[in-house]
Each structure stands twice: as C-alpha cells, then as structure tokens.
C-alpha cells in the first residue's frame, strides 16, 4: 500500500508530462498553406494580380503573413491572407512567395506567375557586315545576338529565301552558325528570324547582303 502511495504521484507527474509533450507538439505545429491561388497566370506589364493563400492553423486569427516577389510591387496593406500584385514594366516569369507564422513556426509557398511582354525580339547580325563579299566554298560564319523577356521559341538563318540552319534558345543569347557556300554564286539577302516563345507569330528579323564570288575553273591545252 505504501509502495502505491508513492507511485501514484511519479505516476501522476509522468502522465502530466506525456499530456504537456502532446499539447506542446500540436501548438508548435507550422501552418500548413494548403494552397497559393492567382486570379490569373498570365498578364500583362503593370496589371494587377490577387493572390491568396489557403492556410490551415489551429489558431487563424493570430497567423502573420509576409508577401515577396521577384520583382513588380504590392499594394499596401500586403500583410495578410490575400494581397495585390502589380506586375512589372519587363516580362518574364516572376516567383510570389508567402510566408504564414504562428507563435511557434512558420511555413512558406511559393508560385510563378509569367508577365508576358508583347513586344517583338531583338533580333541583331552581328556577323558578317552588309555587303561582305566571299569566295565560292569560303564559309560564311554567322554571328547573331537575339533576345525576348519571354525567351525565343526558335532562331534561324536563311540565305536566299532558304532556310539554312535552325536552332533553340540560349541562355546567353548569342547564336553562331556556319553555312557553306559551295553551290553559291551572286549576291544574296542573308536573314535571320526569332520568333518569341509562346507568341505564335510574334517575329522579328534582320538582314544583310552577301556576294558569293563563282570560282572559273581555267580549260586545259592539250
């Protein structure tokens, strides 16, 4: 019996120290944001977007938001579930991130949204110069500097109405290529078109003339 009476109160305290373990793990629980929501994935420079973030916590009113983004501004007060986003002057694809704190942990998420730039690419011959002359089975090397907020769907070069070569985009945007002149002779338009990516139709190009010297082969005396 008296053994009983001492264990009851370790008993007692043990079990109260299980209850507080348990109470502590669920109060510092992180939020969890079940989902980040836009009112739109695409827009255009300087619109405005909402965005809201679905959150689940014990205690909601006393969550405390922080919005950032990549780049484009908030409308103030942006300090709570659901904020206004102006989008940038440049396009491009920009990252909204929130971040939900209870007293004891936070949780962040994160969403991309593409402010779409409607103007053509820049599209720049860089090499060879205009009016460049070159010897039938010289090549010609062709240097090209072309860019778009959005990125380019394609680049390619085309040399007298034809097609010649065809690339993707590059991350430093310059594109070199070398097109073979062993069946030219004359003069030619050299051109090169980009087309921006996820704008069917939204090209831009640039040209520059070339000569193509014919080789005469001499006869033979017999």
């Not at 939204?202 to 082969?217: A, F, K, P, Q, W």
Request: aromatic letters at 8%; proline letters at 5%.
């Amino acid at each position: 019996m008296r053994v009983l009476l001492f264990l009851m109160p370790l008993l007692l305290l043990v079990s109260c120290k299980q209850v507080g373990e348990i109470i502590d793990s669920v109060e510092s629980e992180a939020p969890r944001i079940t989902s980040l929501e836009f009112s739109d994935s695409q827009l255009l420079p300087l619109d405005t977007l909402l965005a809201v973030a679905r959150v689940s916590d014990e205690n909601p009113a006393e969550l405390n938001y922080e919005w950032r983004a990549g780049g484009g501004s908030f409308i103030p007060p942006a300090d709570g579930d659901s904020v206004l986003w102006i989008a940038p002057i440049n396009g491009g694809n920009y990252k909204l991130t929130v971040k939900v704190a209870n007293r004891f942990k936070s949780a962040e998420k994160s969403k991309a949204v593409v402010v779409v730039n409607p103007g053509q690419p820049l599209v720049s011959i860089e090499v060879p110069a205009d009016d460049r002359r070159y010897v039938q089975t010289e090549p010609i090397a062709v240097k090209v500097k072309a860019y778009h907020d959005n990125s380019l769907s394609y680049v390619r070069v085309m040399l007298g109405g034809r097609e010649r070569a065809r690339t993707g985009v590059r991350t430093d945007n310059i594109y070199q290529f070398t097109l073979d002149t062993d069946s030219l002779a004359g003069s030619y338009w050299l051109t090169v078109e980009a087309e921006v990516f996820g704008q069917n139709g939204n090209i831009s190009r640039d040209s520059v003339r070339i000569h193509v010297d014919g080789i005469i082969l001499g006869k033979r005396n017999h």
